[in-house]
């Protein structure tokens, strides 16, 4: 699902983000990410979800090579077949669950009718349907990030990157946004890879990848 060879990215301010990283995660994976600050998490984050190219070496995504791909290449890959969750949640204000919910189906061009019916399914796979009519400062910061995770799910996409989903949660909607996550990982609804500054939520996927200075340090695989 994902390869990266010989990857290099270097910022002319702070050097190498990235030092020649190789990497393969497979279809229906759930992996996290660890690391101190710094260590190249975010960056390699931002190469898999094509928001950032290579310095040096190759990225394939679900058999589209990232690093050659054109802008519409790029933009149809993040529309289509990528989902992400951001730490801050990232949700329009003005609009309800439902509304944030159908937006990546509208943008691409998908019928009212047919957004909205996706969208109550993934709202109730988060939990929500109770919710689905409120704003997004009637919400709880858990609830906020249940939304966000249901609008990053609506479209199937085939990979769900999830940046620091629970740093900026209490420890009780931290544990159930972990549930969630475990929740369509077992469900093998999509490839699943998680960032996180947590050794508890790190601790809880299947497999761990240690990062420092730009490089990977080892692997862990959980039962």
């Not at 190249?40 to 070496?57: A, Q, V, Y």
């Not at 309800?96 to 996706?118: H, K, M």
């Not at 249901?150 to 544990?175: I, Q």
């Not at 972990?178 to 497999?207: D, F, G, N, W, Y």
């Amino acid at each position: 699902m994902i390869q990266l060879h010989h990857v290099t990215r270097h910022y002319a301010a702070s050097g190498a983000a990235l030092d020649d990283v190789s990497l393969e995660i497979a279809e229906h994976e759930f992996v996290a990410i660890t690391g101190p600050s710094g260590c190249g998490k975010s960056t390699l984050m931002h190469l898999i979800g094509g928001l950032d190219t290579p310095t040096r070496g190759e990225v394939t995504v679900d058999g589209l090579a990232l690093h050659r791909a054109t802008e519409a290449e790029l933009t149809d890959y993040r529309r289509r077949r990528l989902g992400i969750v951001f730490q801050f949640f990232n949700l329009l204000p003005t609009m309800t669950v439902r509304e944030n919910v159908c937006l990546p189906l509208l943008l691409q061009g998908s019928p009212i009718a047919t957004a909205q019916a996706r969208a109550a399914a993934v709202i109730e796979l988060v939990g929500l349907t109770d919710r689905a009519g409120h704003q997004m400062h009637q919400l709880s910061g858990g609830q906020l990030q249940r939304t966000a995770i249901a609008r990053a799910l609506v479209h199937e996409p085939r990979l769900l990157l999830a940046d620091e989903p629970t740093g900026n949660l209490d420890s009780h909607s931290a544990e159930q946004v972990m549930s969630l996550l475990e929740k369509i990982a077992s469900q093998r609804r999509t490839t699943l890879l998680l960032v996180t500054h947590s050794e508890e939520i790190a601790r809880r996927t299947p497999r761990r990848i240690r990062m420092r200075d730009g490089k990977i340090l080892d692997h862990e695989h959980h039962p």
